[in-house]
């Protein structure tokens, strides 16, 4: 999973080169909050229940989203050295994180409840649609984001890839919807505009003429 590449971008293509890629490393990091949610949830379950990890959960999915959105304008914006090079080459892990996160956000959701009826219910209402409009959105990304399925679908690849654009808008909508103080979504939301309003402005300064 992974915003699209064009131009001078470096390709989302196979990770061939067995590098310093810190992967382990990279993804030791990445479990430190869902461990860090878990670790409070079983040690202080009164006071850190279903409400705080079902917050906790959604706000580094989404997080992570963000972050794996801002590679591309942050490697036009300084170009290509060796951060952004491992950036790209990485962003996938991002985006599957983020998935990752969302899962383990919606499981939770789904314990709490305890009832198809009841989430059947609640899934009518715009606040939690946006919220499975977005998880639907992440799936296929999310089994896509490996080498074969690069190598397989070639240019169909980056296509598809683009789903993370309105997967990140329905993400942000339904944080705007179902967050006590919406205030902190709306500034997410500005993040996210500013993220975008960059990338589109660099691609297009670095057009080819
Ligand atoms: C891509 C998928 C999703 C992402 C990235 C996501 C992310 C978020 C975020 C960032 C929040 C706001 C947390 C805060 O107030 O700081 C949130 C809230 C919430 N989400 Fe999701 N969400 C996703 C899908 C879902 C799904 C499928 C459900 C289940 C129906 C769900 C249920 C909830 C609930 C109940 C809240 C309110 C939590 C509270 O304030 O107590 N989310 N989500």
Do not use: C
């Not at 470096?10 to 860090?36: D, E, F, N, Q």
């Not at 505009?193 to 003429?209: F, S």
């Amino acid at each position: 999973m992974g915003s699209s590449s064009q131009g001078s971008e470096i390709r989302p293509g196979p990770v061939t080169k067995r590098g310093p890629s810190a992967r382990p490393l990279l993804w030791l990091i990445l479990a430190l909050p869902g461990l860090w949610i878990g670790w409070r949830w079983t040690m202080t379950p009164d006071a850190y229940g279903f409400g705080h990890a079902v917050k906790d959960s959604g706000d580094w999915a989404a997080w992570l989203l963000l972050g794996t959105l801002a590679v591309t304008p942050l490697r036009l914006a300084i170009g290509t050295n060796p951060f952004t090079r491992w950036l790209l080459l990485r962003r996938r892990d991002l985006g599957v994180a983020s998935f990752a996160y969302a899962a383990g956000h919606t499981v939770i959701y789904l314990a709490d409840k305890a009832s198809l009826a009841k989430v059947v219910e609640e899934a009518g209402g715009a606040d939690l649609l946006t919220g499975w409009l977005a998880l639907a959105l992440f799936v296929p990304l999310a089994v896509t984001s490996n080498d074969v399925s690069v190598r397989r679908l070639k240019r169909a690849w980056k296509r598809l890839h683009r789903l993370v654009y309105p997967a990140a808008v329905l993400v942000f909508v339904h944080w705007a919807l179902t967050a006590f103080d919406p205030f902190v979504a709306y500034a997410h939301i500005a993040i996210l505009a500013a993220i975008e309003g960059a990338r589109i402005a660099l691609q297009y300064r670095q057009r080819p003429i």
